[in-house]
Protein backbone atom coordinates (compact mmCIF):
# COMPACT_ATOMS: atom_id res chain seq x y z
CA UNK A 1 0.00 0.00 0.00
CA UNK A 2 2.96 2.37 0.91
CA UNK A 3 4.19 1.98 -2.85
CA UNK A 4 0.97 3.38 -4.44
CA UNK A 5 1.63 6.86 -2.17
CA UNK A 6 5.63 6.33 -3.54
CA UNK A 7 4.62 6.67 -7.05
CA UNK A 8 4.34 9.62 -9.27
CA UNK A 9 1.36 11.49 -10.19
CA UNK A 10 1.51 10.33 -13.61
CA UNK A 11 2.13 7.04 -12.95
CA UNK A 12 -1.55 7.09 -10.37
CA UNK A 13 -2.91 8.78 -13.45
CA UNK A 14 -2.17 5.54 -15.49
CA UNK A 15 -3.12 3.54 -12.91
CA UNK A 16 -5.91 4.95 -12.41
CA UNK A 17 -7.10 5.42 -16.43
CA UNK A 18 -6.08 1.33 -16.66
CA UNK A 19 -8.74 0.59 -14.13
CA UNK A 20 -11.70 2.45 -15.14
CA UNK A 21 -11.26 1.31 -18.78
CA UNK A 22 -10.69 -2.42 -17.24
CA UNK A 23 -14.34 -1.99 -15.81
CA UNK A 24 -15.60 0.12 -18.15
CA UNK A 25 -14.50 -1.46 -21.33
CA UNK A 26 -12.50 -4.21 -21.08
CA UNK A 27 -14.54 -7.13 -18.88
CA UNK A 28 -18.06 -5.96 -20.72
CA UNK A 29 -16.77 -6.74 -23.97
CA UNK A 30 -14.90 -9.95 -22.54
CA UNK A 31 -18.17 -10.82 -21.22
CA UNK A 32 -20.40 -10.10 -24.09
CA UNK A 33 -17.60 -12.21 -26.56
CA UNK A 34 -18.06 -15.29 -24.52
CA UNK A 35 -21.93 -14.82 -24.18
CA UNK A 36 -21.69 -14.41 -28.02
CA UNK A 37 -19.44 -17.47 -28.64
CA UNK A 38 -22.06 -19.45 -26.73
CA UNK A 39 -24.55 -18.17 -29.10
CA UNK A 40 -22.75 -18.76 -32.17
CA UNK A 41 -22.23 -22.35 -31.23
CA UNK A 42 -25.81 -22.68 -30.46
CA UNK A 43 -26.82 -21.14 -33.96
CA UNK A 44 -24.87 -23.33 -35.68
CA UNK A 45 -25.98 -26.21 -34.37
CA UNK A 46 -29.53 -25.35 -35.22
CA UNK A 47 -28.56 -24.79 -38.49
CA UNK A 48 -26.71 -28.07 -38.81
CA UNK A 49 -29.96 -29.75 -37.51
CA UNK A 50 -32.06 -27.83 -39.78
CA UNK A 51 -30.29 -29.00 -42.97
CA UNK A 52 -31.42 -32.27 -43.53
CA UNK A 53 -29.38 -32.90 -47.01
CA UNK A 54 -27.78 -36.34 -46.97
CA UNK A 55 -24.24 -34.74 -47.80
CA UNK A 56 -24.40 -30.96 -46.33
CA UNK A 57 -22.18 -28.88 -48.64
CA UNK A 58 -20.78 -25.70 -47.07
CA UNK A 59 -22.72 -22.62 -48.18
CA UNK A 60 -20.97 -20.18 -51.01
CA UNK A 61 -21.60 -16.84 -52.06
CA UNK A 62 -24.18 -16.40 -54.87
CA UNK A 63 -22.72 -16.24 -58.64
CA UNK A 64 -25.23 -15.84 -61.22
CA UNK A 65 -23.64 -18.24 -63.96
CA UNK A 66 -21.96 -20.59 -61.17
CA UNK A 67 -25.83 -20.80 -59.95
CA UNK A 68 -27.32 -21.34 -63.65
CA UNK A 69 -25.04 -23.87 -64.48
CA UNK A 70 -26.05 -25.71 -61.17
CA UNK A 71 -29.44 -25.29 -61.79
CA UNK A 72 -29.33 -26.56 -64.97
CA UNK A 73 -27.98 -29.89 -63.24
CA UNK A 74 -31.43 -30.45 -62.16
CA UNK A 75 -33.90 -28.43 -65.02
CA UNK A 76 -33.47 -28.16 -68.75
CA UNK A 77 -34.31 -24.07 -69.01
CA UNK A 78 -32.89 -22.13 -66.45
CA UNK A 79 -32.52 -18.36 -66.95
CA UNK A 80 -30.94 -16.04 -64.52
CA UNK A 81 -31.22 -12.38 -64.96
CA UNK A 82 -29.70 -9.68 -62.89
CA UNK A 83 -32.54 -6.51 -61.96
CA UNK A 84 -32.39 -3.47 -59.85
CA UNK A 85 -31.40 -3.70 -55.77
CA UNK A 86 -29.09 -6.27 -55.94
CA UNK A 87 -31.28 -8.86 -56.73
CA UNK A 88 -32.19 -11.80 -59.80
CA UNK A 89 -34.78 -12.99 -61.34
CA UNK A 90 -34.62 -16.51 -61.96
CA UNK A 91 -37.16 -18.76 -64.40
CA UNK A 92 -37.32 -22.04 -64.39
CA UNK A 93 -39.13 -24.21 -66.87
CA UNK A 94 -39.28 -28.30 -66.24
CA UNK A 95 -42.06 -30.51 -66.65
CA UNK A 96 -45.09 -30.58 -64.01
CA UNK A 97 -43.71 -34.64 -63.05
CA UNK A 98 -40.20 -32.34 -61.99
CA UNK A 99 -42.85 -30.39 -59.75
CA UNK A 100 -41.18 -32.91 -56.69
CA UNK A 101 -37.50 -32.24 -58.25
CA UNK A 102 -38.08 -28.54 -58.00
CA UNK A 103 -39.78 -28.49 -54.29
CA UNK A 104 -36.24 -29.61 -53.38
CA UNK A 105 -34.31 -27.65 -55.05
CA UNK A 106 -36.35 -24.57 -53.50
CA UNK A 107 -35.95 -25.90 -50.64
CA UNK A 108 -32.11 -26.46 -50.70
CA UNK A 109 -31.40 -22.89 -52.20
CA UNK A 110 -30.79 -21.29 -49.03
CA UNK A 111 -28.59 -24.17 -47.79
CA UNK A 112 -26.34 -24.00 -51.12
CA UNK A 113 -25.95 -20.29 -51.46
CA UNK A 114 -25.84 -17.32 -49.62
CA UNK A 115 -29.63 -15.79 -50.94
CA UNK A 116 -32.95 -15.26 -49.83
CA UNK A 117 -35.63 -16.50 -51.84
CA UNK A 118 -37.85 -13.52 -51.85
CA UNK A 119 -42.07 -14.02 -51.04
CA UNK A 120 -43.92 -14.12 -54.36
CA UNK A 121 -43.39 -16.96 -56.73
CA UNK A 122 -45.18 -17.21 -59.67
CA UNK A 123 -46.01 -20.38 -61.21
CA UNK A 124 -47.73 -20.83 -64.85
CA UNK A 125 -48.21 -23.92 -66.34
CA UNK A 126 -49.11 -24.61 -69.86
CA UNK A 127 -50.16 -28.11 -70.90
CA UNK A 128 -47.62 -30.51 -69.22
CA UNK A 129 -44.68 -28.00 -68.65
CA UNK A 130 -44.73 -25.89 -65.67
CA UNK A 131 -42.61 -22.40 -65.56
CA UNK A 132 -41.81 -20.93 -61.91
CA UNK A 133 -40.30 -17.25 -61.72
CA UNK A 134 -38.54 -16.32 -58.56
CA UNK A 135 -36.34 -13.36 -57.25
CA UNK A 136 -33.53 -14.45 -55.35
CA UNK A 137 -31.81 -11.62 -53.25
CA UNK A 138 -27.71 -12.22 -52.21
CA UNK A 139 -26.59 -11.05 -48.92
CA UNK B 1 40.93 3.89 10.51
CA UNK B 2 36.99 2.73 9.92
CA UNK B 3 35.71 2.36 5.92
CA UNK B 4 33.06 5.39 7.40
CA UNK B 5 35.90 7.93 8.32
CA UNK B 6 38.11 7.04 5.25
CA UNK B 7 37.98 9.42 2.00
CA UNK B 8 37.89 7.28 -1.10
CA UNK B 9 37.66 8.09 -5.05
CA UNK B 10 35.51 6.07 -7.21
CA UNK B 11 36.98 6.83 -10.71
CA UNK B 12 35.31 5.13 -14.10
CA UNK B 13 35.08 5.69 -17.80
CA UNK B 14 33.63 4.08 -20.45
CA UNK B 15 35.80 3.50 -23.33
CA UNK B 16 34.41 1.56 -26.75
CA UNK B 17 32.15 -0.90 -24.98
CA UNK B 18 33.60 -1.96 -21.59
CA UNK B 19 33.24 0.11 -18.45
CA UNK B 20 36.54 0.74 -16.46
CA UNK B 21 36.22 1.05 -12.20
CA UNK B 22 38.55 1.72 -9.95
CA UNK B 23 38.93 2.81 -6.28
CA UNK B 24 41.60 4.85 -4.49
CA UNK B 25 41.86 5.11 -0.78
CA UNK B 26 42.93 8.93 -0.53
CA UNK B 27 45.12 9.98 2.25
CA UNK B 28 47.43 13.28 2.70
CA UNK B 29 50.47 11.81 1.59
CA UNK B 30 48.33 10.36 -1.52
CA UNK B 31 46.25 7.54 -2.66
CA UNK B 32 46.19 4.17 -3.19
CA UNK B 33 44.43 2.31 -6.03
CA UNK B 34 42.65 -0.51 -5.91
CA UNK B 35 42.17 -3.27 -9.19
CA UNK B 36 40.54 -2.10 -12.03
CA UNK B 37 37.21 -4.14 -13.13
CA UNK B 38 35.83 -4.11 -16.18
CA UNK B 39 32.34 -4.60 -17.25
CA UNK B 40 30.76 -4.57 -20.40
CA UNK B 41 28.21 -2.66 -21.85
CA UNK B 42 25.69 -5.04 -21.61
CA UNK B 43 26.43 -5.52 -17.70
CA UNK B 44 26.12 -1.73 -16.78
CA UNK B 45 23.42 -2.71 -14.32
CA UNK B 46 26.09 -4.57 -12.15
CA UNK B 47 28.80 -1.98 -12.84
CA UNK B 48 25.83 0.53 -11.11
CA UNK B 49 25.50 -2.03 -8.64
CA UNK B 50 29.33 -2.07 -8.02
CA UNK B 51 29.57 1.49 -7.91
CA UNK B 52 26.04 1.25 -5.24
CA UNK B 53 27.99 -0.94 -2.94
CA UNK B 54 31.31 1.10 -2.48
CA UNK B 55 29.10 4.49 -1.77
CA UNK B 56 27.57 2.30 0.63
CA UNK B 57 30.91 0.83 1.92
CA UNK B 58 32.68 4.38 2.14
CA UNK B 59 30.32 6.87 2.90
CA UNK B 60 32.62 9.77 2.53
CA UNK B 61 33.77 9.25 -1.17
CA UNK B 62 33.34 10.53 -4.58
CA UNK B 63 32.80 9.58 -7.83
CA UNK B 64 35.12 10.81 -10.89
CA UNK B 65 34.95 10.55 -14.33
CA UNK B 66 36.49 11.83 -17.25
CA UNK B 67 34.44 13.49 -20.14
CA UNK B 68 35.65 11.96 -23.68
CA UNK B 69 33.24 13.33 -25.91
CA UNK B 70 34.67 15.33 -28.78
CA UNK B 71 32.95 18.73 -28.91
CA UNK B 72 35.19 20.43 -26.33
CA UNK B 73 36.66 23.58 -26.20
CA UNK B 74 38.68 25.50 -24.47
CA UNK B 75 37.50 29.44 -24.30
CA UNK B 76 38.26 32.38 -22.26
CA UNK B 77 34.74 32.70 -21.00
CA UNK B 78 32.14 30.67 -19.77
CA UNK B 79 28.50 30.08 -20.84
CA UNK B 80 25.83 29.78 -18.93
CA UNK B 81 23.76 27.48 -21.06
CA UNK B 82 26.33 24.97 -21.35
CA UNK B 83 28.65 22.74 -19.61
CA UNK B 84 31.37 24.59 -18.29
CA UNK B 85 34.23 24.22 -16.03
CA UNK B 86 37.20 26.72 -14.82
CA UNK B 87 40.70 24.92 -15.69
CA UNK B 88 42.43 28.53 -14.40
CA UNK B 89 41.99 32.67 -14.56
CA UNK B 90 39.73 33.17 -17.26
CA UNK B 91 40.05 30.25 -18.86
CA UNK B 92 37.27 27.72 -19.51
CA UNK B 93 36.55 24.23 -21.40
CA UNK B 94 33.07 23.59 -22.76
CA UNK B 95 30.77 20.91 -23.98
CA UNK B 96 27.34 20.60 -24.53
CA UNK B 97 26.27 19.05 -21.66
CA UNK B 98 26.74 16.86 -18.59
CA UNK B 99 26.53 13.34 -20.31
CA UNK B 100 27.38 11.18 -17.20
CA UNK B 101 23.45 9.34 -18.26
CA UNK B 102 22.12 7.23 -14.65
CA UNK B 103 25.68 6.71 -13.19
CA UNK B 104 25.95 8.43 -10.22
CA UNK B 105 28.44 10.78 -10.71
CA UNK B 106 29.98 14.10 -8.08
CA UNK B 107 33.13 14.89 -10.09
CA UNK B 108 33.71 14.99 -13.89
CA UNK B 109 36.49 16.18 -15.65
CA UNK B 110 37.80 17.50 -19.37
CA UNK B 111 40.86 15.63 -20.15
CA UNK B 112 42.24 19.36 -20.94
CA UNK B 113 41.50 20.42 -17.17
CA UNK B 114 43.06 17.17 -16.59
CA UNK B 115 46.47 17.58 -18.71
CA UNK B 116 46.98 21.52 -17.78
CA UNK B 117 46.72 19.79 -14.22
CA UNK B 118 49.30 17.45 -15.18
CA UNK B 119 51.55 20.02 -16.78
CA UNK B 120 50.79 23.08 -15.14
CA UNK B 121 54.28 23.35 -13.46
CA UNK B 122 56.62 22.69 -16.27
CA UNK B 123 54.86 25.24 -18.33
CA UNK B 124 56.51 28.20 -19.02
CA UNK B 125 56.23 31.66 -21.37
CA UNK B 126 57.48 29.38 -24.25
CA UNK B 127 54.71 27.66 -26.01
CA UNK B 128 54.32 24.06 -25.73
CA UNK B 129 51.93 21.32 -27.37
CA UNK B 130 50.15 19.27 -24.65
CA UNK B 131 48.51 15.99 -26.13
CA UNK B 132 46.65 13.64 -24.15
CA UNK B 133 45.89 10.45 -25.89
CA UNK B 134 42.85 8.92 -24.60
CA UNK B 135 39.78 6.92 -25.92
CA UNK B 136 41.33 7.28 -29.24
CA UNK B 137 41.06 10.97 -29.19
CA UNK B 138 44.13 13.51 -29.53
CA UNK B 139 43.39 15.93 -26.67
CA UNK B 140 45.93 19.01 -28.16
CA UNK B 141 46.13 22.32 -26.48
CA UNK B 142 48.75 24.98 -27.32
CA UNK B 143 49.75 26.21 -24.02
CA UNK B 144 52.12 29.10 -21.93
CA UNK B 145 51.95 29.47 -18.47
CA UNK B 146 49.38 31.98 -18.45
CA UNK B 147 47.02 31.08 -21.05
CA UNK B 148 45.74 28.03 -23.22
CA UNK B 149 46.23 29.63 -26.90
CA UNK B 150 44.38 27.01 -28.40
CA UNK B 151 42.52 23.66 -28.43
CA UNK B 152 41.64 20.63 -30.85
CA UNK B 153 40.08 17.23 -29.90
CA UNK B 154 41.46 14.94 -33.04
CA UNK B 155 39.78 11.31 -33.59
CA UNK B 156 41.92 8.66 -34.45
CA UNK B 157 39.55 5.63 -34.89
CA UNK B 158 41.17 3.78 -37.86
CA UNK B 159 44.17 5.56 -38.78
CA UNK B 160 47.96 4.35 -38.34
CA UNK B 161 50.36 5.21 -36.44
CA UNK B 162 51.65 6.76 -39.21
CA UNK B 163 48.49 8.95 -39.88
CA UNK B 164 47.66 9.68 -36.83
CA UNK B 165 51.72 11.50 -36.28
CA UNK B 166 50.32 13.43 -39.69
CA UNK B 167 47.72 14.55 -38.35
CA UNK B 168 49.24 16.27 -35.68
CA UNK B 169 51.21 17.30 -37.88
CA UNK B 170 49.01 19.61 -39.65
CA UNK B 171 47.27 21.08 -36.25
CA UNK B 172 50.83 22.36 -35.55
CA UNK B 173 51.00 23.80 -39.11
CA UNK B 174 47.05 25.11 -38.83
CA UNK B 175 47.72 26.46 -35.88
CA UNK B 176 51.10 28.07 -37.34
CA UNK B 177 48.82 29.40 -40.07
CA UNK B 178 46.82 31.35 -37.24
CA UNK B 179 49.09 32.36 -34.70
CA UNK B 180 52.82 32.60 -36.69
CA UNK B 181 54.06 30.12 -33.65
CA UNK B 182 55.51 27.22 -33.70
CA UNK B 183 55.39 24.84 -29.95
CA UNK B 184 58.60 24.53 -28.67
CA UNK B 185 57.85 21.44 -27.39
CA UNK B 186 55.52 18.50 -27.33
CA UNK B 187 54.16 17.15 -24.11
CA UNK B 188 52.31 13.99 -24.33
CA UNK B 189 50.36 12.05 -22.03
CA UNK B 190 49.14 8.23 -22.37
CA UNK B 191 46.93 6.02 -20.60
CA UNK B 192 48.72 3.46 -21.67
CA UNK B 193 52.30 2.54 -23.65
CA UNK B 194 52.63 3.74 -27.41
CA UNK B 195 56.15 3.25 -28.62
CA UNK B 196 54.91 3.08 -32.25
CA UNK B 197 53.25 5.99 -31.89
CA UNK B 198 56.06 8.03 -30.33
CA UNK B 199 58.14 7.26 -33.15
CA UNK B 200 56.25 8.32 -35.71
CA UNK B 201 55.69 11.28 -34.17
CA UNK B 202 58.77 12.40 -33.30
CA UNK B 203 60.04 11.23 -37.18
CA UNK B 204 56.77 13.42 -38.77
CA UNK B 205 57.32 16.64 -35.96
CA UNK B 206 61.12 16.45 -35.41
CA UNK B 207 60.75 17.98 -32.24
CA UNK B 208 61.54 16.94 -28.80
CA UNK B 209 58.24 14.48 -27.10
CA UNK B 210 58.38 13.59 -23.68
CA UNK B 211 56.11 11.41 -23.16
CA UNK B 212 54.58 10.61 -19.80
CA UNK B 213 52.05 7.85 -18.97
CA UNK B 214 49.33 7.34 -16.27
CA UNK B 215 46.52 6.05 -16.44
CA UNK B 216 42.84 7.68 -16.71
CA UNK B 217 42.14 6.19 -12.75
CA UNK B 218 45.32 7.86 -11.48
CA UNK B 219 44.49 11.20 -13.20
CA UNK B 220 41.35 11.27 -11.79
CA UNK B 221 42.17 10.01 -8.15
CA UNK B 222 44.36 13.24 -8.36
CA UNK B 223 41.98 15.88 -9.78
CA UNK B 224 39.31 14.47 -6.98
CA UNK B 225 42.67 14.53 -4.12
CA UNK B 226 41.40 17.99 -3.05
CA UNK B 227 39.53 20.47 -2.81
CA UNK B 228 41.41 23.21 -4.85
CA UNK B 229 41.86 21.09 -8.21
CA UNK B 230 38.64 19.34 -7.90
CA UNK B 231 36.85 22.91 -7.90
CA UNK B 232 37.85 22.47 -11.95
CA UNK B 233 34.69 19.65 -12.39
CA UNK B 234 32.39 20.52 -14.88
CA UNK B 235 29.66 19.64 -11.76
CA UNK B 236 30.35 22.66 -9.06
CA UNK B 237 27.87 21.77 -6.60
CA UNK B 238 29.70 19.03 -4.86
CA UNK B 239 30.57 18.23 -0.94
CA UNK B 240 33.72 19.25 0.34
CA UNK B 241 36.64 16.75 0.04
CA UNK B 242 37.32 15.31 3.50
CA UNK B 243 40.74 13.48 3.93
CA UNK B 244 40.57 12.40 7.28
CA UNK B 245 42.86 12.01 9.83
CA UNK B 246 43.46 8.46 12.05
CA UNK B 247 40.41 9.56 14.15
CA UNK B 248 37.71 6.99 15.75
CA UNK B 249 35.22 6.40 15.10
CA UNK B 250 32.15 9.17 15.37
CA UNK B 251 28.89 8.55 16.98
CA UNK B 252 25.83 7.40 14.41
CA UNK B 253 24.29 10.88 14.34
CA UNK B 254 27.18 12.41 13.02
CA UNK B 255 27.56 10.18 10.78
CA UNK B 256 24.29 9.98 9.54
CA UNK B 257 24.09 14.05 8.97
CA UNK B 258 27.11 13.55 6.99
CA UNK B 259 25.34 11.06 5.01
CA UNK B 260 22.15 13.44 4.59
CA UNK B 261 24.29 16.02 3.44
CA UNK B 262 26.52 13.82 0.97
CA UNK B 263 22.68 12.32 -0.69
CA UNK B 264 21.54 15.67 -1.27
CA UNK B 265 24.78 16.39 -3.17
CA UNK B 266 24.93 14.05 -6.07
CA UNK B 267 24.19 13.81 -9.61
CA UNK B 268 20.89 11.96 -8.92
CA UNK B 269 19.02 14.57 -6.82
CA UNK B 270 20.33 17.12 -8.73
CA UNK B 271 18.68 15.88 -11.71
CA UNK B 272 15.58 15.43 -9.71
CA UNK B 273 15.66 18.66 -8.20
CA UNK B 274 15.60 19.83 -11.94
CA UNK B 275 12.75 17.80 -13.25
CA UNK B 276 10.70 18.46 -9.98
CA UNK B 277 10.47 22.00 -11.04
CA UNK B 278 8.46 21.72 -14.44
CA UNK B 279 5.19 21.07 -14.70
CA UNK B 280 3.25 17.92 -16.01
CA UNK B 281 3.53 18.03 -19.92
CA UNK B 282 7.25 18.74 -19.23
CA UNK B 283 7.26 15.66 -17.16
CA UNK B 284 5.76 13.62 -20.39
CA UNK B 285 8.44 15.33 -22.20
CA UNK B 286 10.93 13.99 -19.83
CA UNK B 287 9.78 10.38 -20.13
CA UNK B 288 10.96 10.36 -24.00
CA UNK B 289 14.10 12.19 -23.41
CA UNK B 290 15.34 9.57 -20.41
CA UNK B 291 17.28 6.52 -21.21
CA UNK B 292 18.41 2.76 -19.93
CA UNK B 293 17.05 2.27 -16.61
CA UNK B 294 14.74 5.13 -16.75
CA UNK B 295 13.14 4.28 -19.89
CA UNK B 296 12.65 0.35 -18.68
CA UNK B 297 10.42 2.10 -15.23
CA UNK B 298 8.58 4.51 -17.66
CA UNK B 299 7.77 1.40 -19.95
CA UNK B 300 6.83 -0.53 -16.59
CA UNK B 301 4.58 2.50 -15.36
CA UNK B 302 2.50 2.42 -18.96
CA UNK B 303 2.04 -1.47 -18.82
CA UNK B 304 -0.72 -1.43 -17.06
CA UNK B 305 -2.42 0.62 -19.73
CA UNK B 306 -1.06 -0.94 -22.74
CA UNK B 307 -2.07 -4.18 -21.70
CA UNK B 308 -5.51 -3.14 -20.84
CA UNK B 309 -6.10 -1.54 -24.37
CA UNK B 310 -4.26 -4.69 -26.22
CA UNK B 311 -6.54 -6.97 -24.11
CA UNK B 312 -9.78 -4.71 -24.62
CA UNK B 313 -8.68 -4.04 -28.41
CA UNK B 314 -8.55 -7.69 -28.67
CA UNK B 315 -12.11 -8.60 -27.64
CA UNK B 316 -13.25 -5.83 -29.23
CA UNK B 317 -12.25 -6.93 -32.61
CA UNK B 318 -13.17 -10.68 -31.36
CA UNK B 319 -16.71 -10.02 -30.29
CA UNK B 320 -17.17 -7.67 -33.89
CA UNK B 321 -16.41 -10.71 -35.88
CA UNK B 322 -18.57 -13.36 -34.09
CA UNK B 323 -21.16 -10.76 -34.17
CA UNK B 324 -20.95 -10.31 -37.65
CA UNK B 325 -20.69 -14.41 -38.01
CA UNK B 326 -23.65 -14.94 -35.58
CA UNK B 327 -25.73 -11.81 -37.94
CA UNK B 328 -25.05 -14.30 -41.33
CA UNK B 329 -25.97 -17.38 -39.46
CA UNK B 330 -29.34 -15.85 -38.13
CA UNK B 331 -29.76 -14.51 -42.10
CA UNK B 332 -28.98 -18.10 -43.36
CA UNK B 333 -30.93 -19.66 -41.18
CA UNK B 334 -34.01 -17.49 -41.91
CA UNK B 335 -33.75 -18.14 -45.31
CA UNK B 336 -33.74 -21.07 -44.91
CA UNK B 337 -37.41 -21.38 -42.59
CA UNK B 338 -38.72 -18.95 -45.56
CA UNK B 339 -37.48 -21.01 -48.62
CA UNK B 340 -38.68 -24.39 -46.90
CA UNK B 341 -41.77 -22.27 -46.36
CA UNK B 342 -42.61 -21.59 -49.52
CA UNK B 343 -41.59 -25.08 -51.01
CA UNK B 344 -44.19 -26.41 -48.93
CA UNK B 345 -46.73 -24.04 -49.72
CA UNK B 346 -46.18 -24.91 -53.07
CA UNK B 347 -46.43 -28.64 -52.26
CA UNK B 348 -49.83 -27.74 -51.07
CA UNK B 349 -51.08 -25.71 -53.44
CA UNK B 350 -49.93 -28.67 -56.64
CA UNK B 351 -51.85 -31.28 -54.11
CA UNK B 352 -54.68 -29.39 -53.81
CA UNK B 353 -55.58 -28.97 -57.39
CA UNK B 354 -54.62 -32.30 -58.12
CA UNK B 355 -54.61 -33.84 -61.36
CA UNK B 356 -57.64 -32.62 -62.16
CA UNK B 357 -56.60 -29.29 -62.29
CA UNK B 358 -54.59 -26.80 -64.17
CA UNK B 359 -53.07 -23.22 -62.97
CA UNK B 360 -53.05 -20.62 -65.30
CA UNK B 361 -51.44 -18.50 -62.92
CA UNK B 362 -50.15 -18.88 -59.03
CA UNK B 363 -48.35 -16.44 -56.90
CA UNK B 364 -47.28 -18.11 -53.63
CA UNK B 365 -45.99 -16.68 -50.40
CA UNK B 366 -45.68 -16.61 -46.58
CA UNK B 367 -48.30 -14.49 -46.93
CA UNK B 368 -50.51 -15.87 -48.95
CA UNK B 369 -51.54 -16.80 -52.78
CA UNK B 370 -53.44 -15.29 -55.65
CA UNK B 371 -54.41 -18.33 -58.24
CA UNK B 372 -56.54 -18.58 -61.29
CA UNK B 373 -56.74 -22.15 -63.07
CA UNK B 374 -58.82 -24.14 -64.70
CA UNK B 375 -60.33 -27.57 -62.52
CA UNK B 376 -63.04 -30.51 -63.71
CA UNK B 377 -64.50 -30.92 -60.25
CA UNK B 378 -64.56 -27.77 -58.08
CA UNK B 379 -65.79 -28.90 -55.15
CA UNK B 380 -62.90 -31.29 -53.80
CA UNK B 381 -60.46 -28.40 -54.72
CA UNK B 382 -62.67 -26.02 -52.85
CA UNK B 383 -62.59 -28.10 -49.94
CA UNK B 384 -58.55 -28.88 -50.11
CA UNK B 385 -57.76 -25.03 -50.62
CA UNK B 386 -60.49 -23.75 -47.47
CA UNK B 387 -58.78 -26.21 -45.31
CA UNK B 388 -55.49 -24.10 -46.31
CA UNK B 389 -56.53 -20.92 -46.10
CA UNK B 390 -59.91 -20.48 -44.58
CA UNK B 391 -60.39 -16.83 -45.48
CA UNK B 392 -59.45 -17.08 -48.75
CA UNK B 393 -62.42 -16.10 -51.60
CA UNK B 394 -63.26 -17.90 -53.89
CA UNK B 395 -64.14 -16.81 -57.46
CA UNK B 396 -65.45 -19.36 -59.61
CA UNK B 397 -66.93 -19.49 -63.37
CA UNK B 398 -68.28 -22.26 -65.35
CA UNK B 399 -67.42 -23.56 -68.31
CA UNK B 400 -68.39 -25.92 -70.95
CA UNK B 401 -67.24 -29.88 -70.18
CA UNK B 402 -67.60 -29.90 -66.85
CA UNK B 403 -64.75 -27.37 -66.27
CA UNK B 404 -64.57 -24.66 -64.06
CA UNK B 405 -62.10 -21.81 -64.23
CA UNK B 406 -61.10 -20.52 -60.48
CA UNK B 407 -59.54 -18.02 -59.04
CA UNK B 408 -58.57 -18.21 -55.63
CA UNK B 409 -57.18 -15.42 -52.92
CA UNK B 410 -55.80 -15.67 -49.53
CA UNK B 411 -53.75 -13.48 -47.40
CA UNK B 412 -52.00 -16.00 -44.59
Avoid: C
Wanted: zero cysteines; charged letters at 25%; glycine letters at 2%.
Amino acid sequence: MSSIFKMSIVTKIFLLFSIVILFLWVIPTTTSYYKNRNRYNQEKEKLEKLDTREVPKDIKHFHSEVFTTYAKSFFDEVSVVSIPNNKYRVTISFPIESLSKFYSFLQNISLDYKVIVEDNIIFRQKDKNISVEMRLKPY
Amino acid sequence: MSNKRQYITITYYKEREFYFLNYAIQTKDGFIPKDIEQFHESDKIKFIEKIRKLQAEYPNHHIVSISLVANQIVAQKSSPNRATAKIFKDTYVIQDDIDVGDIPTTLYFSPFTILYEHYKNILDDKLTLIIGYFDRKLFMMFVTENKIHQSWIIGTRGLTEKQIAERVYKSIQAYYKISYSFADHIEMLVAEENPKLLKFLREELSLHIELSQSNIHNLLHHMASNQEIAKSSYIKSFKKIDIAQNIEEKDETKESSIKKVRERHNLEDIKIDESSKKGIINRFKLFFSKKDDETASILATMLPILLVLVVGTFFHIKNSEISSKINLLDTEINSYKNSVALSSISKNIFQAIGKNGQIRRATISTDGVDLTGIVWGIEPLKMSLKKLYRDGKFTIKPLKNFRTEFSFISKG
